[in-house]
């Protein structure tokens, strides 16, 4: 349409053009000639209405509003004169509309930060409702209405918090981290064919390691004696632990069980099947295996014990980690080199355990 109005605009600016050369008496003939023509299509038209393209509408509007309403009537017009008046104020509206839109009626929507707030609190406290989610918003100085907090958790699909507050197995790992240690048996065969089950025992929490010992019998009473002191190297260093996972290999007795129930610590059974239950120490028996046993050839058993020992105090003391910062479990992450000149001269030294197979690097002294 509106190019269409465009169209005509310019179109008549050119017949005015046309106009300017025209003497009075010819432009008086001009309108005299289209005004018979105006009768004579009104007499074949009847009681017919001729209809108009909103176009063509805009145009005649904006042409003839600014003539007198008395001029008007004199004019010979196929629309009545008030229609015209009634297409230049629907003109006039249309402009007023588009320059000016009114407000959206209601409340302002929730600013993002907010909204994004009120998603994490749900996220990180699966037992809030919409109410306790307000109340903490009310302590951090926030105002904002319970129904919204209640609206925006009903459009992200987020339940009701008696639906979603049981909690998951990774939940658990979470918040228990610091209470939970987990242990596992690793094969491996040494080079005269005998087969060694190694027992080791990892803290969630800080990632340390501990190699409970390394037999070729693991029988009820090797376990046990495990088992006991598993306990009392944990009274030595303090340590407060209240579960431990495990699998359910038939070679960890009724026995060993009590004894850890003694000492206050639950034994937790992961499902059948279902290694990701105990993935932390899945994760470092797959280590231990890339590390170590796959690249070493172990004589015996004895020799087993060495090795074993040399790496938990490489992993404990020097191997870095993901989980606790890049930290070794029992050694904090050293502070970033900020001297350029240090940086620009830098002196590592490297140190050999078992013979090459595992590499320790350390800044000079």
């Excluded at 993002?112 to 302590?139: C, D, F, K, M, P």
């Excluded at 290999?249 to 990701?276: H, N, Y």
Aim: charged letters at 25%; a positive charge.
């Amino acid at each position: 349409m509106l190019l269409r109005l465009a169209y005509l605009a310019v179109t008549n600016a050119f017949s005015a053009l046309r106009l300017l050369p025209m003497s009075d008496r010819e432009k008086d003939v001009e309108i005299l000639m289209l005004r018979h023509q105006l009768l004579v299509l009104e007499r074949q038209l009847g009681g017919d209405r001729v209809k108009f393209a909103p176009e063509e509408r805009m145009f005649l509007a904006a042409l003839l509003a600014p003539l007198p309403r008395a001029v008007l009537r004199r004019m010979q017009l196929l629309v009545r004169p008030d229609s015209v008046l009634r297409w230049h104020r629907d003109l006039m509206k249309e402009r007023h509309a588009a320059t000016c839109r009114p407000k959206k009626p209601g409340r302002p929507p929730t600013v993002r930060s907010i909204r994004a707030l009120i998603l994490r609190l749900v996220r990180e406290n699966q037992s809030w409702g919409y109410r306790r989610v307000h109340g903490e918003l009310a302590t951090l100085g926030i105002k904002i209405a319970a129904s919204t907090v209640w609206e925006i958790l009903k459009a992200e699909g987020i339940d009701p918090a008696p639906e979603r507050a049981a909690t998951t197995w990774a939940d658990f790992l979470r918040s228990q981290a610091d209470a939970l240690l987990a242990c596992d048996f690793i094969e491996t065969v040494t080079l005269t064919g005998q087969r060694q089950y190694i027992l080791a025992v990892i803290e969630h929490a800080t990632r340390r390691i501990r190699i409970l010992g390394a037999t070729a019998h693991p029988t009820a009473s090797w376990v046990t004696q495990a088992a006991r002191n598993l306990v009392m190297d944990l009274g030595d260093v303090g340590a407060m632990v209240t579960y431990l996972i495990r699998d359910r290999d038939a070679k960890f007795p009724r026995l060993f069980d009590e004894i850890l129930a003694d000492a206050g610590i639950e034994v937790v059974l992961s499902g059948v099947q279902v290694p990701r239950m105990n993935s932390i120490m899945e994760r470092w028996v797959q280590t231990c295996r890339h590390e170590l046993l796959n690249r070493t050839l172990i004589w015996n058993q004895r020799h087993l014990l060495h090795a074993l020992r040399e790496f938990e105090g490489h992993h404990n003391e020097h191997r870095p980690h993901q989980a606790i910062g890049q930290a070794a479990p029992l050694r904090l992450a050293p502070d970033p080199i900020t001297d350029p000149e240090r940086i620009a001269h830098l002196d590592i030294r490297r140190t050999d355990r078992l013979g090459g197979v595992i590499h320790q690097y350390r800044n000079a002294a």
